[in-house]
């Protein structure tokens, strides 16, 4: 009787308890997953603190930072390699093979400004100089690199990789050529160059006229990243000055020996230039004068040309230089032997030309000062003195004998170039168009 009224009451609320159990089981369950859980995480963070692994990790994630460094440094004003290596965190031992061998080496013994200078660092370890390379110019580098024995470098001289390129550029000159050839782009060294071309037959500052233009052809060499790092030859150049053209062709006559001729194979090449500085105002001519400082007339034994301070003045000739030094009134000046009838002077400079000191051989067009107002000067010009047989003459009327005329073979070599030359100056012309 009691059993069948339990038997009944558990099969009115069979529902109800079975509703219990199963939220009973649920909890359950829910704990043992939850506890599971915190084991993992403690396991997991027992395995993190563990010190191999922290260990493998901080190697793992040291390796991700690069062994090797590369720094590269442009030269300033007065540093010297000893502060240049200083700022670079390596050991001292480091920094005295470093000093060691570049002082020893005459290629680079000199600082020069804006010189780059590359290194490779190499972290691990004992941090030291795996290799550098110090620019010796702008087509030399000079590479060092870590002997096996550690404690020297052994160099090598690499020639950068240039590229030639051949320019062509032409302009209507406004006020100077030197204005408007840089306005054009085209770098100092070769308008130096094509002024000295025609040095020969312009006077620069009176044959030149407002609306005159030119042409020219140059080399130019780049660098792997595009940069014009030197320039080379003129091939070509036209100047026409009042509807008159003057054209040069770059000829090789003999191996190695470059000139240049007119289209009619003519050498433009004198003895002597004219004007002797490029881009300058003639501002007194030779003969009688008051001087501008002494005050009384006096003899002008030289040809004035007024340009502004620092401008290139070249030999007018091929000689030697028998003076490079101060004379009195004349201040720093430059006096060339050109042969057993001419010499030249040139004074007021400002400075000297790199090289330039008594018994150095020189080139025509060479540099061998710049523009001052050195002496008893009134303000910076070029005061050019030609002697002939010892005798001072006027520069400005000086009749030297033309150059070589191109006959023969030569000549027939000669048409065959410049027809070449021609063609190349179209081709040119019809890639800008
Ligand atoms: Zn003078």
């Known amino acids: 009787m009691n059993k069948k009224i339990i038997f009944k009451i558990i099969r009115k609320y069979s529902y109800f308890i079975w509703l219990i159990f199963l939220i009973f089981f649920t909890i359950l369950v829910t704990y043992f997953y939850d506890i599971n859980k915190k084991n993992q995480i403690n396991y997991l963070n027992k395995f993190l603190k563990n010190i191999y692994l922290n260990n493998s990790l901080k190697k793992i994630t040291s390796e991700l930072k690069p062994r090797y460094i590369n720094i590269e440094y442009k030269v300033k004003e007065g540093d010297t390699y000893e502060n240049i290596i200083n700022n670079l965190s390596i050991p001292n031992l480091e920094k005295k093979i470093f000093l060691n061998t570049v002082t020893k080496n005459k290629n680079i013994n000199i600082l020069k400004l804006n010189q780059k200078i590359f290194f490779r660092i190499d972290k691990k370890n004992n941090t030291k100089i795996v290799n550098f390379t110090i620019e010796i110019n702008k087509k030399k580098n ?72 030119f042409q020219i052809i140059y080399e130019e060499f780049k660098n792997e990243d595009g940069s014009i790092i030197d320039t080379g030859n003129i091939i070509y150049a036209n100047l026409n000055i009042q509807s008159t053209d003057l054209q040069l062709y770059k000829f090789e006559f003999e191996n190695n020996k470059i000139d240049y001729f007119d289209e009619n194979g003519k050498s433009v090449r004198k003895t002597l230039m004219k004007t002797p500085i490029n881009g300058a105002r003639l501002s007194s001519s030779f003969g009688k004068r008051k001087h501008p400082i002494l005050g009384f007339t006096k003899m002008h034994t030289g040809t004035d040309f007024a340009a502004p301070k620092g401008t290139p003045i070249m030999s007018s000739g091929d000689g030697s230089v028998i003076k490079a030094s101060w004379c009195g009134g004349g201040g720093n000046c430059v006096k060339i032997k050109h042969n057993s009838s001419y010499q030249t002077i040139y004074a007021h400079m400002s400075k000297f030309g790199r090289g330039i000191k008594k018994g150095v051989r020189i080139k025509q067009g060479q540099i061998i000062g710049y523009v001052g107002s050195t002496g008893l000067s009134t303000g910076p010009h070029l005061h050019y003195v030609v002697i002939e047989n010892g005798k001072k003459i006027n520069s400005q009327k000086l ?34 168009n």
């Open 399 to 432: 009749k030297l004998p033309s150059g070589k005329i191109l006959k023969g073979d030569l000549r027939k070599k000669f048409e065959v170039k410049k027809i070449k030359i021609d063609v190349l100056k179209s081709e040119l012309i019809s890639k800008i």
């Open 142 to 213: 000079i590479f060092f690199e870590r002997n096996d024995d550690d404690k020297i470098f052994i160099s090598k001289i690499i020639e950068k990789n240039l590229l030639k390129t051949i320019v062509f550029k032409e302009g209507i000159i406004k006020n100077s050529l030197y204005n408007a050839a840089l306005k054009l782009g085209i770098k100092p060294n070769t308008i130096v160059e094509f002024a000295r071309l025609y040095g020969f037959q312009v006077d620069f500052q009176r044959d030149i006229w407002k609306n005159d233009s």
